[in-house]
């Protein structure tokens, strides 16, 4: 029985963790999965969780960088 505060939508009887859950549902909202900011475009975290994990624009060589 779920509790007083609890979320219902689609994503609450999937078989996942509970914060599994948090970032599909940041995901579906437009918000980054880690910190809840607005996202970059087209990627699933904000331009700060991008420079936190260093991911980069692909550059000139990214083909070659294996």
């Known amino acids: ?7 219902i939508d689609q994503f609450t009887e999937l078989p996942v963790s509970r914060q599994r ?21 087209s990627k699933s975290l904000c331009a700060r969780c991008l420079r936190k ?3 980069k624009k692909p550059g000139r060589n ?4 294996v």
């Open 21 to 41: 859950r948090y970032q599909l549902r940041k995901q579906a909202s437009g918000l980054c999965v880690i910190c809840g900011r607005r996202k970059a475009v």
């Open 1 to 7: 029985m779920p509790g007083p505060n609890t979320i």
């Open 62 to 65: 990214s083909a070659e960088r």
């Open 53 to 55: 994990r260093g991911v």
